[in-house]
């Protein structure tokens, strides 16, 4: 067998066992896109409209943990006991150590482990929030957040050791195509972001 066809086969495996992880729901195929980018994309970041809307509407049931709610609760509390004066450098500044209490929104909720964001995201690496507008008016505010979210797809040493991992063949198989030296399939990251309007009126 050539060494062409055992690739073909491993990521044709790979793809027929993500299906356990994902059979549901809007998001199903996105594992498959990844897979593929995974094969062909050579290492470079995977940006997909249907990951944005995964994580747009993840952001907009606002965790009272995560870090849409922090800061729309923060802002009420700032307008509430600042109400003379408007000082942007301080709110900024707080807005910074709040933020630091706020936990980064997932994907490894019991849905997400059958509608494909689990084994796609599941964790996020890292994340950039611009406070774009900030209106204050009479009677309340708005303000408009951009969150820029980057997750890395591949698997670590440390990762295969875990149970989860390394009693499923997927992963073994992930594992083996990005790390055997015959084989060397590049992980990357995945880019995703979201705009998102906070007020009170």
């Keep these: ?10 990521f044709t495996e790979m793809k027929e066992l993500s299906a356990r992880f994902s059979f549901t729901g ?8 990844l897979i593929d980018h995974f094969r062909f994309g050579k290492g470079r970041n995977f940006y997909s409209l249907r990951l944005n809307a995964a994580f747009q509407n993840r952001i907009e049931r606002m965790s009272h943990e995560g870090p849409a709610f922090k800061i729309k609760e923060f802002i009420h509390d700032f307008f509430l006991y600042n109400k003379h004066e408007l000082n942007i450098s301080s709110l900024i500044h707080d807005l910074k150590v709040v933020l630091y209490t706020a936990t980064l929104d997932k994907f490894n909720s019991k849905t997400d ?11 996020i690496s890292a994340q950039n929030i611009t406070l ?10 708005d303000a408009t957040l951009i969150f820029k979210v980057q997750d890395h797809f591949g698997l670590d040493i440390i990762d295969i050791k875990k149970d989860i991992y390394r009693n499923f063949r997927f992963f073994r198989i992930w594992f083996f195509l990005q790390r055997h030296r015959d084989y060397a399939f590049k992980p990357f990251f995945t880019d995703f972001h979201s705009l998102v ?5």
């Excluded at 809007?26 to 896109?33: A, G």
């Excluded at 309007?197 to 009126?201: A, D, L, N, S, T």
């Design 197 to 201: 309007r906070i007020g009170e009126y």
């Design 132 to 141: 774009l507008d900030l209106q204050k008016y009479a009677m309340g505010w």
């Design 113 to 123: 482990r059958i509608n494909g964001l689990g084994i796609s995201i599941h964790d």
């Design 1 to 10: 067998i050539s060494h062409q066809e055992c690739v073909n086969i491993l």
């Design 26 to 33: 809007e998001y199903k195929m996105l594992i498959r896109e």
